[in-house]
């Protein structure tokens, strides 16, 4: 099934499929999916055509302001959720029939009756005005519910210990061992070998938690595509710094690197050398080993250590970079023992974040460690599927899926469902990013697998870096029968079916069940639900099942899918029976009065 989950800081890595290149900027989650269409969407016009039958030939309406729409009897507040409404169609109406008159008689009939002609026509004619589900122009439609503001606490009281079966940047290396190549080396020494590829040379980062670290093999992969654990360790690293850490601080580790051309040098930054562990005029000195690493430029020396790929200098300044956020992590304990325990300073710094809401570059660096350890191993087995199908793999990407976030207003308190949610990308980052309620059901046995996989791995990388997500289920089985989904979707305030590829069969299997989705529910996907997206209302469609949409068209960009490196729409169904209970009144009123018209 299509599932879900880009980096926007200098920084952060990109995605790779299987893993993550150093040298490419083109994200590329799977092989590009060829993806045909069997039968072509038929215009507008066409469509209105087939809908009007003999009244093919009018011209189509033109959008007029929803000040000035002639139905009157439009509620304000459906007229400023559907936009425009649309001019009336100017049906001319023939006067009474005197054709079976003689023609004096006729012409006597015709004059006397010419005034009363004229203003029946000009009553007549609101009678049969056509009428549209949602009369909001394609190229300006928006999607605007309430602003709700659901504020939630980021930050976790629990220790940080991924726990057992824990999959660390070293244990991804090991499973895929002969695809990883010796990088540092000792300058000093060339008959050392401890760097060698075989020795499995390691290093240790501090995550915010405590008890949170993670082992890395700083070994480099022989295709450039594949995960690049030193690359990951400096991302992270630089992630922390920006994100948990003070200026006073930041000012302890150096200068963020920003030119990876130039050498750098050893000169200590400007700043003072005494730093506290928290505010300068409350908390006392944090106190070092008797080595003391201040003053020095560690993340620049850091730098130079990768690129003359000085081995010993990049173990001893990792080493350096952790005592100082070791003492951070565990402040020394007060004199008094009663006094409390100083607390960590990084998770601290959480509490400091603006609107409650996770950093973009904290978010894309826990999603990407996750994905890069937990999906990227099994690329080969999730690549495995029946073309031209609705079992074809594909993803969002997370700013894709950020996108979607924004746009439904998800928040702590929703029920999201997923249906195809294929490895749970989708799923995982709506639930660190608003903390919702999550559900996803999935058919392939191998992306089910792999998700469950990922959501315990995300549990645990989220404790590490001290944050909480909200609960995240995920079910194996067939979404049509499933008993779950049957119980979730009268709950659900956003269902996502990433049904680019779904056979026409299982979208209109699909259609009947939104009919249990509650009002203001919203269904996103990247094919509509309905034939026209400003269907008329007719006696053919007065009546079907995806009526009760407002749906609205919305562009994403290049490099949004796995599938494709171009740009398309996805599309918004918002459940409006209210809306449509005033369209289909207003159907039945104006088809009596012309009932009643043409008996007269």
Request: aromatic share 8%; glycine share 4%; net charge neutral.
């Amino acid at each position: 099934m299509l599932s879900s989950t880009l980096p926007s800081s200098p920084y952060s890595d990109f995605r790779y499929f299987p893993f993550e290149n150093s040298s490419k900027k083109i994200p590329q989650m799977v092989p590009d999916i060829c993806v045909t269409t069997r039968r072509a969407w038929k215009s507008q016009m066409t469509r209105e055509q087939e809908a009007a039958g003999s009244q093919a030939h009018l011209s189509p309406p033109t959008p007029v302001s929803a000040e000035t729409s002639p139905e009157a009897d439009e509620p304000a507040h459906f007229a400023q959720i559907a936009g425009p409404s649309k001019r009336p169609r100017i049906l001319s109406v023939a006067p009474e029939s005197t054709s079976c008159l003689p023609k004096s008689k006729k012409r006597a009939t015709m004059s006397a009756s010419s005034s009363r002609t004229q203003s029946r026509q000009r009553s007549e004619t609101l009678d049969v005005e056509s009428i549209y589900r949602n009369s909001r122009s394609r190229s300006t439609s928006t999607f605007t519910p309430a602003d709700l503001h659901h504020h939630r606490q980021l930050w976790i009281t629990e220790d940080g210990s991924p726990g057992e079966n824990f999959v660390s940047a070293a244990s991804v290396v090991t499973i895929l061992s002969r695809s990883y190549k010796t990088y540092f080396k000792n300058l000093d020494d060339s008959g050392d070998t401890s760097f060698e590829a075989e020795s499995y040379p390691a290093t240790e980062l501090e995550y915010p938690n405590a008890n949170a670290c993670e082992t890395y093999y700083i070994l480099a992969p022989k295709d450039p595509d594949h995960y690049n654990p030193i690359m990951c360790l400096e991302q992270s690293l630089y992630t922390i710094f920006e994100c948990y850490l003070t200026p006073a601080q930041q000012a302890l580790f150096g200068t963020l690197p920003t030119d990876f051309l130039q050498d750098v040098d050893n000169t200590p930054p400007s700043s003072p050398l005494t730093q506290l562990s928290g505010d300068s005029e409350q908390s006392s000195p944090v106190k070092f080993p008797s080595y003391d690493p201040r003053g020095m430029n560690h993340l620049r020396i850091l730098q130079r250590s990768i690129r003359r790929r000085d081995g010993p200098l990049f173990l001893s300044t990792m080493q350096n970079i952790n005592q100082l956020l070791r003492a951070l992590k565990y402040p020394p304990l007060p004199s008094d023992p009663f006094a409390p325990a100083p607390p960590n300073v990084l998770i601290e710094a959480i509490k400091g974040w603006p609107s409650s809401e996770i950093p973009n570059r904290v978010l894309m660096r826990i999603i990407d460690e996750t994905y890069q350890r937990s999906v990227g191993p099994h690329a080969l087995k999730l690549n495995r599927y029946e073309a031209f199908s609705s079992e074809v793999y594909g993803e969002l990407m997370p700013s894709f899926t950020s996108d979607i976030i924004a746009a439904t207003h998800l928040h702590k308190d929703s029920l999201f469902m997923d249906l195809g949610c294929g490895v749970g990308n989708v799923l995982v980052q709506a639930s660190l990013e608003t903390c919702c309620r999550s559900y996803g059901i999935e058919v392939m046995p191998t992306p089910a697998e792999v998700g469950r996989e990922q959501l315990r791995q995300m549990k645990k990388r989220c404790r590490m870096w001290g944050l909480s997500m909200g609960e995240v289920e995920l079910e194996e089985g067939d979404m049509l029968t499933s008993r779950r989904v049957t119980e979730l979707l009268p709950q659900a305030d956003v269902v996502l079916v990433n049904n680019k590829v779904f056979q026409q069969s299982l979208n209109e299997a699909l259609r009947p069940r939104f009919l249990d989705l509650k009002e203001g529910a919203i269904v996103v996907s990247l094919k509509p639900f309905v034939s026209s997206l400003n269907a008329r209302v007719t006696e053919r469609n007065v009546d079907d099942i995806s009526a009760i949409f407002d749906v609205f068209e919305r562009p994403y960009r290049s490099g949004s899918v796995s599938w494709g490196s171009g740009g398309g729409s996805y599309y918004l169904h918002r459940v409006d029976r209210e809306g449509y209970a005033v369209i289909k009144q207003q159907f039945e009123n104006q088809r009596a009065r012309s009932a009643r018209a043409s008996r007269r």
